[in-house]
């Protein structure tokens, strides 16, 4: 009678943690703001988030005066290889905001446009790919995007994983994928090891993942 109370308990005390843990989980979902989101890289090119082909996509949302942002960047080019190679488009992300990215606001007009904001972050943001070795592609966003509180993107840094066709959010991961300096140090990182797991779900939705024989995805 006690092991069958204790068997009973155990299972209810699984259960709750299962649901707990699904609940952490974002449910895929569309964002407006996501969808219809429109930048231009740094050579120029101007490109919609929803024409992109590809088998998913991952935008970090980048700023130069974001600590946290500049830590993670050995991860961000672990994870950007393994995005590649699954056929996923990885983008650092940065807010056509002058300010908040290290920018005098001065150097610019009171109301600045995009065409004005665009060159000023693009010279400051090939100050950091010189610096630290950036081989992630960096795209400016266009406004009316903005990074708010109850937007789909809170801060910096912070990675969104949208699966393709059709385009729609799958999860946010708030915070640094890693802050580990090297590649021993970044896969043993339980967030950038769930990052992997996220990169296998968007693949895994256009019926593109493939497993070794290690249970590995590749």
């Given at each position: 009678?006690?092991?069958?109370?204790?068997?009973?308990?155990?299972?209810?005390t699984g259960i709750l943690l299962?649901?707990?843990?699904?609940?952490?989980?974002?449910?895929?979902?569309?964002?407006?703001?996501?969808?219809?989101?429109?930048?231009?890289?740094?050579?120029?090119?101007?490109?919609?988030?929803?024409?992109?082909?590809?088998?998913?996509?991952?935008?970090?949302?980048?700023?130069?005066?974001?600590?946290?942002?500049?830590?993670e960047l050995p991860a961000l080019?672990?994870?950007?290889?393994?995005?590649?190679?699954?056929?996923?488009?990885?983008?650092?992300?940065?807010?056509?905001?002058?300010?908040?990215?290290?920018?005098?606001?001065?150097?610019?007009?009171?109301?600045?446009?995009?065409?004005?904001?665009?060159?000023?972050?693009?010279?400051?943001?090939?100050?950091?790919?010189?610096?630290?070795?950036?081989?992630?592609?960096?795209?400016?966003?266009?406004?009316?995007?903005?990074?708010?509180?109850?937007?789909?993107?809170?801060?910096?840094?912070?990675?969104?994983?949208?699966?393709?066709?059709?385009?729609?959010?799958?999860?946010?991961?708030?915070?640094?994928?890693?802050?580990?300096?090297?590649?021993?140090?970044?896969?043993?990182?339980?967030?950038?090891?769930?990052?992997?797991?996220?990169?296998?779900?968007?693949?895994?939705?256009?019926?593109?993942?493939?497993?070794?024989?290690?249970?590995?995805?590749?």
């Amino acid at each position: 009678m006690i092991q069958a109370k204790t068997l009973k308990v155990f299972t209810i005390t699984g259960i709750l943690l299962f649901t707990g843990l699904a609940n952490c989980r974002p449910g895929v979902h569309t964002s407006p703001e996501i969808l219809s989101l429109k930048a231009r890289n740094l050579g120029g090119q101007d490109l919609e988030l929803k024409s992109i082909q590809s088998r998913g996509i991952v935008l970090n949302f980048y700023s130069p005066t974001c600590v946290p942002c500049i830590e993670e960047l050995p991860a961000l080019h672990i994870l950007q290889q393994q995005a590649e190679a699954l056929g996923i488009q990885m983008y650092l992300a940065v807010t056509p905001d002058l300010e908040s990215n290290g920018v005098d606001p001065l150097k610019a007009s009171s109301k600045p446009g995009f065409e004005e904001v665009y060159p000023l972050l693009r010279e400051r943001l090939e100050q950091d790919i010189r610096q630290y070795g950036i081989e992630v592609p960096i795209i400016v966003l266009k406004p009316p995007f903005e990074i708010k509180e109850k937007g789909p993107v809170t801060g910096t840094p912070e990675t969104v994983f949208l699966m393709t066709s059709p385009l729609r959010l799958h999860y946010n991961l708030v915070g640094p994928i890693s802050l580990g300096q090297n590649q021993e140090e970044v896969l043993s990182s339980s967030r950038f090891q769930f990052a992997l797991e996220l990169l296998t779900h968007l693949t895994a939705a256009s019926g593109s993942a493939r497993e070794d024989e290690s249970g590995s995805y590749y």
